[in-house]
């Protein structure tokens, strides 16, 4: 537990940091553009490490997805038990005739994937850029 809040701590620092070194960035000629690109990246991973680590403590002191489950299925069966998973963090709805209900909330996917995904584009264009910088004479990387 103390662990994930050290993550969230340091990802909410290194978000704001970047957002802040990116400001400046900008208003400096000539830009940096793939060192801008590689902040843009930090920035965006480091928001999805903070959104999946406040899901996780979400989960940890029992989450908002134990409201999506219903006392009973269309079936009639009852709900037995409430399975919430860590990652991709989800809550499955148990009911006692055996079936399952899973819940992956939509946040999820828009809030950790999506800037996890455009960290990883953005890291990629970084480096394309840097080394293509490297090849051209007279610029310097």
């Known amino acids: 537990m103390f662990l994930m809040g ?40 480091s928001s999805a490490v903070a959104v999946y680590c ?19 299925n269309d079936a009639g069966a009852g709900l037995a038990a409430i399975e919430q998973q860590y990652w991709p963090l989800r809550n499955a709805c148990v009911y006692s005739d055996g079936s399952t ?3 992956v909330p939509t946040s999820v996917t828009v809030f950790v994937c999506l800037p996890a995904g455009a960290a990883l584009v953005s890291a990629g264009a970084s480096g394309y850029l840097r080394r293509r910088a490297g090849r051209t004479p007279g610029v310097i990387p």
């Not at 909410?12 to 690109?37: D, E, F, K, N, R």
């Not at 406040?54 to 009973?72: A, K, M």
């Open 6 to 45: 050290a993550l969230l701590a340091a990802s909410l620092v290194t978000a704001v940091v970047g957002v802040v070194v990116i400001l400046i960035l900008l208003s400096l000629p000539p830009l940096p553009v793939p060192g801008i690109y590689a902040l843009v990246a930090l920035v965006l991973a």
């Open 101 to 103: 209900v899973e819940y």
């Open 54 to 72: 406040y899901g996780w403590f979400s989960v940890t002191w029992g989450g908002p997805f134990p409201e999506l489950c219903t006392g009973r």
